[in-house]
């Protein structure tokens, strides 16, 4: 076991914010992969897209069980931005933020490994990160399943209790702790949970806040 801190970082709405552009492309784009491929209305396919969604912590997750579609096919379709530069927002102070935290930093992203490379080029985080594990690594088990977070633990010969996650969603924190991880939530709401060690609006706070950890 390696004995280094490591951290293990979010992507969308943890290291960038995907809520105002690309969540809504992306939304839009598996509706209409669901309705050409289901032959569903727009409405029925919302109402599936979001309930696989809360279902699996992934649409593609309940794609894949209940309806045989191809993941790379459906990924590929849904991840094509026409300009993916312009729709970024993202906080250049934080890559600062991240030079000044001690240890290795790794990738655990839902999104496509393509999309991901994109977003970490884009922004400058790529020089920060050792690795990147995205949904294609993992075999398609996404966060929160347990099984994503055991392969990349195994993967990279990692002891839990030397990893930190920094995330946005609080099922995946919940799982991550109770495979022995610290947790860094990363939400401006006043909410407060049990597997959250440290709660932060933004990562630029988070060199302030590490010692906790």
């Known amino acids: 076991m390696r ?11 943890t290291l960038h914010n995907a809520s105002p552009h690309i969540f809504p492309h992306i939304n839009r784009a598996m509706r209409e992969y669901i309705e050409r491929h289901l032959g569903l209305d727009e409405n029925a396919a919302n109402r599936l897209r979001q309930d696989y969604w809360q279902r699996y912590g992934a649409t593609l997750l309940g794609l894949i069980r209940h309806h045989a579609i191809d993941p790379r096919h459906f990924l590929h379709e849904t991840h094509q931005f026409p300009d993916l530069a312009r729709m970024l ?10 030079k000044r935290l001690p240890g290795r930093k790794i ?10 490379e994109a977003v970490l080029e884009l922004t400058g985080l790529d020089r920060h990160f050792a690795t990147v594990y995205t949904v ?4 398609f088990r996404p966060k929160p399943m347990p ?3 055991r392969a990349l633990l195994r993967a990279e010969r990692l002891d839990p209790r030397r990893c930190i996650m920094v995330e946005d969603s609080l099922a995946n924190l919940i799982t991550a702790r109770k495979l022995g991880m610290k947790t860094v939530w990363v939400s401006a709401g006043s909410r407060r949970s049990p597997y959250v060690d ?3 609006s933004s990562v630029t706070q988070l060199p302030q806040r590490c010692g906790r950890l």
């Open 107 to 116: 990738l655990f992203s839902n999104a496509p490994h393509a999309y991901a």
């Open 136 to 139: 294609e690594s993992l075999k």
């Open 3 to 13: 004995g280094e801190r490591v951290w293990l970082f979010d992507l969308d709405n």
């Open 198 to 200: 440290v709660q932060v």
């Open 147 to 149: 099984q994503g977070f």
């Open 89 to 98: 927002v993202f906080e250049k102070p934080l890559l600062h933020a991240l």
